[in-house]
RNA sequence: CGGGAUGUAGCGCAGCUUGGUAGCGCACUUCGCUUGGGACGAAGGGGUCGCACGUUCGAAUCGUGUCAUCCCGACCA
């Protein structure tokens, strides 16, 4: 390709609307431009770096025995229907109507859709296990889409789902798929680390992410790990807690006066006591029913782990209006910061439940809320003064330096970008979609499901946040839109442009995807583009070509070296075979 | 969905306080000059100042409303 007819425009300045590196830099290198909140064109150098990712994943999916396919983007609400997520699926899903008024929506994943193929179509226990996956737009109309590619409300994505007999033949696809998709993220030139996570409103038990570790703040999960091989989300993250002082100095329970102490840091400081010695109550709202969270004082409550405890699919921290509200229906005058869980019946037509974290339950003589204004209970204990709830379990989100629940060595914390998952869904979608086959036995049986994503554009935009310097874009070989950019200095210059020809010829001829830069520009212009679009190779045709040499540097080193044309193109054309 | 900010040329911005026929840099076109890290000079093209209504002789500027975008939070691949 001549630079000349390459469709990019360069822009000398960040544009003002992004925020992340990735987004920054695919603008202003002239990959993508905005064409509404979250949407964006790709323009021809991105999509030659989408393509490049989708086909290492290609590669490795078939090589795995997946079979690609494609479904419609736009479904009909049917479908959504009998999995029953028409109704729990937010915002998120684009709902729209067709001309005869016809409900439909904007695929947001397509667990739907494949059910119904694979019931049509697989009868028998002899056609399993089967794994279908395409790749294509998925929309979700996030409340908040930001950072470019890498939280869009379009985007591509590539899914497969499994279908299988067992448990058994599951987790053995379920590791096929890791396997493939340690193989995928390798080959994008991206270091990935596979982490325990929640399966939110997908649904399932087991899942993983696959999240890349970048040093960048732009990651949006919190990802513990340990030195053992132990890894997970912020929301699935379990751990031991460090030795505290979870026992009060009082001698008899006694209610005190704590005035207008509403928050813990008012109380510790009131009282002159740690927080591991207090037991704080905090009322949620999960699916419109009240419940309330019992946590020792100094932790946080992870709110994914909570709803799961009480199986919900929603939650949001109660308002203060709510609490005045459930307070006044049970006989009680009371607000935030005095809350307590004994007396608390119900609430909107709900039973309130009571969930405590594992924290709470060895603690003795503590400080606790008890609905009155001003007041505190303290050295209370469970059992004698307070209820210890039904419901003790792990709610708490985990913090760097507690201790790993696998090894007991401390944690630590980075951020990361989740570029694929994995799930076991089991029955989630066969079972209510009727999706069944015939078993040995002639008996119906539904099937047993997974289903593994891969974020496509994401992944490329990760693979800038993960690759990049103060000049521009440094992409790995293997999804570069172009492998090298062939450079004459002055295109006036009638050696210099033969011996480019030459050179640009030469890497196509042997398979190397190779730009001229024809352009009658200065050089400086010329490195600089070079260099923020990220060819990873690049050949300069200087003066030196008097004495036989052309200037060879890789854009992911420092190094500048002076050797013969036939030569550079060696290094390349070897570097690019070795690809395959 | 809560809080904050911003909408003026493809991109980055000034002008608005104090209303008077819209400007700068980059990019683009032409000519000259220059040619190893985003040169220089000259001459050009390009904007219903987000939109609507209002105030006014006159609105980018003042008022009301509305839409859009961005940031923080909540939520999410």
């Given amino acids: 390709m001549k630079m000349s007819r390459l469709f990019v425009q360069t822009l000398r300045e960040f544009p003002s609307d992004a925020e992340v590196i990735s987004h920054k830099l695919l603008v202003r290198a002239g990959y993508i431009r905005k064409l509404t909140m979250g949407v964006y064109n790709y323009l021809p150098l991105m999509w030659r770096v989408i393509r490049k990712v989708e086909n290492i994943i290609r590669e490795e999916m078939d090589r795995a025995g997946a079979q690609e396919l494609l479904m419609p983007f736009v479904q009909p609400k049917e479908l959504w229907e009998e999995s029953g997520r028409w109704g729990a699926y937010g915002g998120e899903l684009m709902r729209l109507k067709d001309r005869h008024g016809r409900e439909m929506c904007l695929g947001p994943t397509h667990e739907e859709i494949i059910t119904a193929i694979a019931r049509d179509g697989l009868k028998s226990y002899k056609q399993l296990p089967v794994n279908l996956y395409q790749i294509q ?182 308002t203060a209006g709510e609490i005045e509200e459930m307070m006044a229906v049970n006989g009680f005058d009371s607000e935030k910061g005095f809350i307590g869980p004994q007396g608390l019946k119900e609430y909107n037509g709900f039973k309130i439940k009571v969930v405590a974290d594992e924290t709470v339950k060895d603690m003795k003589n503590f400080v606790i809320g008890i609905n009155k204004k001003d007041v505190h209970l303290v050295g209370a204990n469970w059992g004698v003064d307070v209820d210890l709830p039904e419901t003790v379990t792990d709610i708490r989100l985990a913090e760097a330096g507690d201790f790993c629940p696998v090894c007991g060595k401390p944690l630590k914390v980075t951020r990361g970008i989740e570029v694929g998952n994995i799930f076991q869904l089991g029955t989630k979608y066969s079972k209510p979609m009727n999706a069944v086959y015939l078993d040995q036995n002639g008996k119906t049986q539904p099937y047993i499901m997974g289903c593994y994503g891969i974020g496509v554009t994401r992944t490329a935009a990760a693979a800038v946040e993960a690759h990049h310097d103060d000049h521009g874009i440094i992409w790995p070989l293997a999804i570069a839109p172009y492998h090298a950019v062939v450079i004459p200095v002055s295109t006036k210059d009638e050696l210099q442009m033969k011996v480019a020809n030459d050179i640009y010829q030469t890497l196509l001829k042997h398979g190397v995807e190779a730009v001229i830069d024809d352009r009658d520009e200065r050089a400086g212009v010329k490195f600089k583009d070079a260099d923020l679009i990220g060819f990873p190779y690049r050949i300069t045709v200087g003066k030196t070509i008097a004495d036989g040499l052309v200037e060879f540097k890789a854009r992911n080193s420092e190094e500048l070296s002076n050797i013969k044309p036939e030569n550079a193109c060696e290094i390349v054309v070897t570097a690019v075979n070795n690809l395959k």
């Fill in 137 to 318: 737009s998925k929309f979700r109309d996030e409340r908040r889409p930001r950072f470019g590619l890498l939280r869009g409300r379009e985007f591509i994505m590539k899914d497969a789902y499994s279908f299988g007999t067992s448990q058994e033949e599951l987790e053995k696809e379920y590791k096929n798929m890791w396997e493939a998709y340690t193989r995928i993220f390798k080959r994008c030139g991206l270091d990935t680390k596979a982490v325990q996570s929640d399966s939110g409103a997908i649904g399932g038990s087991v899942s993983h992410e696959f999240m890349v570790i970048t040093d960048q703040d732009s990651g949006e999960n919190d990802v513990f790990y340990c030195e053992c091989d132990y890894a997970a989300n912020s929301n699935h993250a379990e751990s031991k807690l460090p030795d505290a002082k979870i026992t009060g100095d009082w001698q008899e329970p006694q209610i005190i006066d704590t005035p207008n102490t509403h928050s813990i840091d008012e109380l510790t400081e009131f009282l002159n006591i740690p927080a591991t010695v207090i037991v704080k109550t905090l009322v949620y709202i999960v699916d419109k029913a009240p419940v309330l969270a019992l946590i020792r004082a100094d932790r946080t409550v992870e709110e994914t782990k909570l709803m799961n405890a009480v199986g919900g699919t929603d939650i949001r921290i109660a």
